[in-house]
């Protein structure tokens, strides 16, 4: 439809003078409100106010502005309907052919310190929303945008032809209901925080899990299939803001990711932003099959390497530092799927290029922070919902329960051992030395066969090293194969109604042994 008449109201600015210099251009006339009106005549631009159009003024406190018939009459009325356009011309509506607005942010100022109730209820946009959804049902006949990145393609249409397409139209009104979606889902989940009393309202708290969880997301990026070949997947990420993490991370090169992929680069990533020095981690299967935290990058990706180089293969791997060209070369001689890293020194990128299928990826600034949303699990016919696991031991809960004291060094072993079994599919074993693990079992039905299965694989001597188990140990048979292959001490949780077998076990055979008071199931 040509575009006579166009409104803009936008919090964001970005690129909005621009675009309406373009629409200036094209003879539309730009109907504006506050402080948009404001900016696009400092910026020369020819303005008609809303309350002008209207003939009805801006009022309670800038509440009402645009809620008017003209307004939603002018973007409502169908222009290939008799009865429409007899009744617009009978009450003076004019059509509005394009409208560019976006809303208050209500997501920002929600989670400022500081926050009054007053603020976040004052940062609910009303007028926004209400003309989006307008425009966009009538998208046969209005072009709506409300996304920055959508006014080069609106703009180039328009000096094209005269108009947009309905193709676009269609895609725009898509975007905008889920926009509005997003917003409003937002807006009930921190309406929780409010709490009426003696007829005020104050802000709360935010309760540890929502009444209601509203979630709105857009495909990003489809992927090669699913967990299995016969299986769609695709990547979703938050509708209306900017990829972040994994999912904003730069594909370098490689061929196309799958599902799997990105669920082990996100097993990788996490654990290693476990740790402050560098540090190289090994996937195989949602598993780590090799982790270590060293002096040097390339260090640790040895010493990784070590603990089970048969699984590694095919494996993922991440780094929590720059992949320089030493860690490279040793990294190019093993078969692996993905490599995840904040960064890759230009010779390893070389080096990595003469494997084409080898997917590189990029983490972005804050790549390698902790998974701190809500986490959800489907089940037939709902959603469990939990918080993610950001459990850290403290020195003052620690528990030395056995006569023998772990020494230092043993302590800190310990703590890296109990970073890493916090990633282990449970029942979770984890042996370790020298800021290395040596053998890791997972996912076994008892903790015993976790133990056994650790010791099987491992490819040194585990004598002087540490085991970690991500929940207690209900009988000292565990303990005892661990003492077996050559362990002298082990962190647990604690917590089983055999604990006084445990520890007499742990006495009977020398083993120091800690308890955290917490555990790290990950099922």
């Not at 100022?109 to 009054?116: N, P």
């Not at 249409?157 to 108009?163: I, Q, R, S, V, W």
């Not at 002298?488 to 917590?495: E, M, N, W």
Request: hydrophobic letters at 45%; proline letters at 5%; aromatic letters at 6%.
């Amino acid at each position: 439809m040509a575009v006579a008449r166009a409104l803009i109201s936008v919090f964001d600015k970005s690129g909005i003078v621009e675009f309406a210099k373009r629409l200036a251009a094209l003879k539309i006339e730009i109907l504006s409100t506050g402080g948009t009106a404001k900016l696009l005549r400092q910026s020369g631009l020819s303005v008609r106010d809303v309350s002008d159009f209207t003939g009805w003024p801006e009022m309670l406190g800038g509440r009402v502005k645009t809620l008017h018939p003209k307004v939603h009459g002018g973007l409502l009325f169908r222009r290939k309907n008799a009865d429409d356009q007899k009744q617009a011309v009978e009450h003076g509506i004019l059509p509005i052919d394009l409208v560019i607005v976006n809303l208050y942010p209500f997501e920002a100022t929600a989670v400022k310190a500081g926050l009054t109730a007053e603020e976040l209820i004052e940062n609910i946009d009303i007028g926004g929303p209400t003309m989006l959804r307008s425009a966009a049902k009538n998208f046969e006949s209005v072009t709506v945008v409300t996304d920055p990145a959508d006014f080069e393609r609106v703009a180039n249409e328009l000096e094209t032809a005269g108009e947009t397409t309905l193709v676009t139209r269609l895609e725009l009104a898509r975007k905008v209901f889920a926009t509005t979606s997003r917003y409003d889902g937002m807006i009930t989940m921190e309406l929780e925080r409010l709490a009426a009393a003696s007829g005020h309202v104050a802000l709360e708290a935010k309760p540890v899990l929502p009444q209601r969880v509203h979630i709105a997301l857009r495909r990003q990026q489809e992927l090669r299939y699913g967990e299995n070949p016969h299986q769609a997947a695709a990547l979703y990420v938050p509708a209306g803001r900017a990829p972040e993490g994994l999912a904003a991370a730069k594909q370098l090169q490689g061929k196309e990711l799958s599902y799997n992929n990105f669920v082990d680069l996100e097993a990788a990533r996490s654990l290693a932003a476990e740790f402050s020095n560098p540090a190289a981690v090994i996937i195989k299967h949602n598993n780590p099959c090799g982790t270590a935290e060293q002096s040097t990058l390339l260090d640790a990706y040895l010493k990784a390497l070590a603990c089970d180089p048969v699984s590694a293969f095919g494996g993922v791997l991440a780094f929590n530092r720059v992949v320089d060209a030493a860690t490279a070369e040793e990294v190019a001689k093993l078969f692996v799927e993905c490599i995840a890293a904040p960064g890759f020194e230009e010779k390893a990128k070389s080096i990595f290029a003469a494997k084409k299928n080898l997917r590189l990826l990029e983490l972005p600034p804050g790549g390698l922070d902790p998974e701190r949303e809500l986490q959800l699990k489907r089940i037939l016919g709902g959603m469990l919902v939990q918080q993610p696991d950001l459990g850290e031991i403290n020195d003052s809960e620690l528990r030395t329960v056995t006569k023998r004291a772990p020494t230092p060094e043993q302590m800190s072993t310990m703590r890296f051992a109990w970073k890493v079994s916090k990633h282990v599919k449970s029942n979770a074993i984890v042996f370790a030395k020298d800021g290395a693990t040596l053998g890791v079992g997972a996912g076994q039905m008892s903790r015993v066969d976790s133990v056994k299965l650790a010791v099987m694989k491992a490819q040194s001597s585990l004598v002087g090293s540490v085991v970690a188990s991500d929940a207690f140990f209900p009988f000292p048979d565990g303990v005892e194969e661990a003492a077996k292959a050559g362990a002298t001490a082990v962190i647990q949780p604690g917590g089983s109604v055999r604990d006084s077998d445990v520890i007499a076990a742990a006495d009977r055979l020398n083993l120091a042994m800690v308890f955290t008071g917490m555990r790290h199931f990950l099922h």
